[in-house]
């Protein structure tokens, strides 16, 4: 059962437009999520989260936006940049526990 | 430099030759876990530590071992690897109760099991 899901595998953005990638989740109890790139042959790195209690974390060119009515949220990048050309991980946890759950990740090409 | 290390970073194996991937971090982390990433599954977890001498399982810990027995170390071992078992291998450690539960992964194990 997958908790958290990212039903985009791949995304497509033009350099200097606005890149999407959206993250529900189906577990509740979720209360922290936060966002991961992933470059070919490196870990991944976090990148940005978000308490339960926010709607919204912005840093620089990235925010992060949570509707927990949803159970949803979606990492924005503005403006793109070929190096933001990676795969986004999203990801959950409950309380301070530490135990991160994962989605499938999506592809973000970004073109020149 | 604050970072995770794992050894090595590529192997290729045969079935039923045990193999161990250490994975160490020098952040004095509480928290270290296993992760595999396999196409189209994201990142799963293996295996999970909160301290020394205190493991548990994960969502995928079938065909795995781990030990804890330093702070810093935590590796991976697979008894008897089968091709089910090739994949993308990730150590990642964190603080615990550190609000953010941001994790630090190391760079990945690339396993073949033939």
């Known amino acids: 059962d997958q908790q958290v899901k990212q039903n985009s595998p791949s995304l497509s953005v033009q350099e200097g437009r606005i890149s999407i990638l959206n993250c529900d989740y189906t577990n509740s109890m979720f209360d922290y999520f936060l966002w991961y790139k992933k470059y070919p042959a490196e870990g991944p790195t976090f990148l940005i989260s978000?308490?339960?209690?926010?709607d919204k974390n912005e840093d620089g060119r990235f925010t992060v936006f949570l509707n927990k009515s949803a159970k949803h949220l979606s990492l924005h990048i503005v403006p793109s940049q070929p190096g933001d050309s990676a795969v986004y991980f999203c990801a959950a946890s409950t309380g301070t526990a530490s135990k991160l759950t994962f989605g499938t990740g999506t592809r973000l090409q970004v073109t020149l | 430099e604050a970072q995770v290390t794992q050894n090595p970073r590529y192997l290729i194996t045969v079935t039923g030759k045990k193999l161990t991937v250490t994975c160490s971090q020098n952040?004095?982390?509480?928290?270290m876990s296993w992760y595999r990433q396999d196409p189209g599954l994201g990142l799963r977890q293996i295996y999970y530590s909160m301290n020394v001498e205190v493991t548990d399982k994960g969502d995928v810990p079938e065909g795995y071992k781990v030990s804890r027995k330093e702070k810093r170390n935590f590796p991976l071992i697979l008894e008897s690897p089968s091709p089910n078992q090739t994949s993308l291998y990730f150590c990642a450690s964190s603080l615990i109760g550190s609000g953010d539960n941001e994790q630090f992964f190391g760079p990945g194990t690339r396993l073949t099991v033939l």
């Open positions: 978000i308490s339960s209690i926010k």
């Open positions: 952040m004095n982390h509480e928290y």
